[in-house]
């Protein structure tokens, strides 16, 4: 793969390439277009990780040639289109197609704008894997529009891709702010605070109940930093920086300890172990936590 340097890059899955051409897509005549274009690309999965190619890279192949090698329900799916290409994606349903690699070792790999593509298409096609039969009535789903809608062929009820919207946060006082770890994480690991929204929250209300139920400490106010769609399966993370009164905090929740950290603290976790977990643009907590100590 090409290596670059990534100091200054934008998150991971973020700022895609893609135009979902959402008006075309329902035009099956489109997608037949789409699928016959000879400079289309498609990506493999193998249970949710990237089938490679022998250089090291993901797999792109001509639509044809995944379909010949077998694909898994509901066969290929339509992602976008990159300028004048469009892109597909599907799940290998043999070993044929060549080795997988963990998808997020695969994307801390790939250039930015294959990242992206990868990452909305493990979306979809997990989204897929959950929704075969009809939550109304039971039936078998039927794809539309490329696959990025399923109706049910008894009921008629229309399913789309979900997205979970989860709010990320790093609680600061003054010139200390509060990390949290979790038990299946290393020794020495800490990093930012992050849950579900409920239904009925706003993203403050949101971000106020996670940091009160993890460490039991006050949100004053909220300031939102950057979003990540995150496809592990279909999050999106909400980062923000959380102002909370100072007390002592008291780990919560799926919490094993939470304390406090000071500017220097931090820099010496994150330039040390945290580095090996991947490199600083490839989590939002990474970027909330580096906006936090720039001040």
Sequence with gaps: MNRMDRSDMHLTFTRSPLDHAGLA?????????????????????????????????????????????GLRPPGLIFLGVEGHRPWFAGAAETAQAGPPLDFRRATMMAEPDMAAILGRAR??????GRRTYCSNCGTPNAPRDGGTKLVCPSCGTEHFPRTDPSV???????????????????????????????????????????????TGLKVISARYIASQPWPFPSTLMIGLLAEIEPGDPVAADDIEEARWFTRDEVRELYEG???????????????????????
């Design 25 to 69: 897509r329902s035009n099956p005549e489109f997608i037949d277009s789409a699928l016959r274009d000879p400079a289309a690309g498609c990506v493999l999965f193998s249970g949710g990780d990237v089938v490679m190619s022998a250089e090291g890279d993901p797999l792109v192949l001509h639509p044809s040639q995944a379909q010949a090698m």
């Design 123 to 128: 979306a979809i096609l997990a989204w897929h």
């Design 168 to 214: 990320i946060m790093l609680p600061y006082s003054g010139d200390r702010c509060v990390m949290g770890r979790q038990p299946a994480w290393p020794p020495g690991v800490f990093a930012t605070l992050a849950g579900f929204m409920e239904p009925g929250e706003t993203i403050e209300e949101a971000c106020a109940r996670e940091v009160m139920e993890e």
């Design 273 to 295: 172990p945290l580095m090996r977990w991947g490199p600083p643009h490839y989590s939002i907590s990474r970027r909330l936590i580096e906006t936090w100590l720039q001040g």
